[in-house]
């Protein structure tokens, strides 16, 4: 029997553990599944923490990518959780041939060369080996608009992201979606890396007079204390994000002030999909726990790099053409293709709210053509 090893690159520990531990989880439960099938494969998960004091870090997700690359064994990754770790993984994995498949990471500028994806696959621009199963913020961020515009009947605004390369990309397009709607956006302003106090910004925002705030970023750079800072200045208004605070740490870091927040996830609710039952109950039976935002699809990302191995073998060339001409994929989040540039048809956007401190769904938007 052939050992075969998929590397993986997440945020594991810290405030990013949330995150990446149930999106790891999904992936480990789906080499179990693969293991237990039998074969002349045995799948094995090596696992890189991209982390660093507790945040994601760019430059350590492509320290572990050189690592795993450096393994002859590990035939592709499910990488990574956040966009700009993908920024600085994906143009090494892309001179290496390799594929890199992430469940969650959304900026557009990873794909697509409209948004600039050619500036990270240098090496080799049409010869994609980088894909992902989830949508980006090109329709996530605009569905956040429209929710708040047409849900919440919001037409005044104010905008926080913490500059990187997820939370300002799916702030501008927050903002572009909701003045074309109509809305005016009060304030529009990036916050320096490593705030801890936002009550002068905040301060400054109230009297602006928004109803409601809107921040692009995750918990980690200030989702969940800007939330709980809000009360401390007195700005009692509805608050808002994308998938980056719609996870168990921003309730943990926002306490009894995440009431009334708001999120998007890029990805349907697994829940609600009757392929994924099967999936479900042996996830809750082996961890326990309920499956995080993005578990169904940290899955479907490993296996189909399972399938493409049992398909062509272990070899890293064949596997990466095998991945690029995905049609009709069966998985447990529906039926998808991979396009040209590597992106899901799969084009579906979660709306989340929290009630009595936990994130519950409230509605989803399906773009699928």
Request: aromatic content about 8%.
């Amino acid at each position: 029997m052939t050992t075969v090893k998929i590397g993986v690159d997440l945020p594991m520990s810290g405030g990013e553990a949330p995150n990446g531990a149930p999106t790891n989880n999904g992936i480990l439960l789906a080499i179990e599944d693969a293991n237990k099938g039998g074969g002349p494969y045995q799948f094995e998960e090596v696992l890189k923490d991209d982390a660093v004091n507790g945040v994601h870090d760019p430059a350590q997700g492509a320290k572990n990518i050189q690592e795993l690359l450096a393994d002859s064994a590990v035939v592709a990754m499910v990488a990574s959780f956040n966009s700009n770790v993908g920024k600085a993984t994906i143009p090494i994995t892309n001179a290496a041939g390799v594929v890199q498949i992430s469940p969650s990471q959304t900026n557009p500028g990873l794909t697509k060369p409209e948004f600039g994806a050619l500036d990270v696959r240098k090496a080799h621009p049409d010869a994609i080996n980088y894909f992902r199963v989830c949508p980006t913020d090109d329709l996530q961020g605009p569905v956040a608009a429209d929710y708040a515009f047409k849900d919440l009947k919001v037409r005044k605004v104010a905008i926080l992201d913490d500059q990187e390369t997820y939370g300002k990309g799916i702030a501008d397009e927050f903002e572009k979606e909701f003045k074309r709607l109509g809305g005016t956006v009060v304030s529009h302003d990036g916050i320096p890396k490593g705030t801890q106090d936002f009550h002068a910004i905040l301060t400054a925002i109230k009297a602006k007079g928004p109803a409601l705030l809107f921040f692009g970023g995750v918990t980690t750079t200030g989702g969940g204390l800007i939330r709980k800072q809000m009360k401390d200045v007195g700005l009692t208004i509805p608050y808002e994000g994308g998938d980056g605070i719609v996870e168990d740490e921003f309730l943990t870091v926002a306490g009894e002030d995440a009431n009334g927040s708001y999120g998007t996830v890029a990805a349907e609710n697994a829940e609600r999909v009757p392929s994924a039952q099967g999936f479900l109950k042996g996830y809750k039976a082996k961890f326990n726990s309920d499956p995080g935002a993005y578990s169904a699809n940290g899955y479907v990302a490993a296996k189909i790099i399972i399938d493409a191995v049992k398909a062509v073998g272990p070899d890293r060339a064949k596997v990466r053409a095998w991945v690029a001409k995905l049609k009709n994929y069966k998985s447990i989040i529906g039926t998808f293709s991979f396009d040209k540039n590597g992106d899901t048809t799969n084009k579906i956007i979660s709306v989340y709210g929290v009630k009595n401190g936990k994130w519950e769904w409230l509605t989803q938007l399906n773009y699928t053509l």
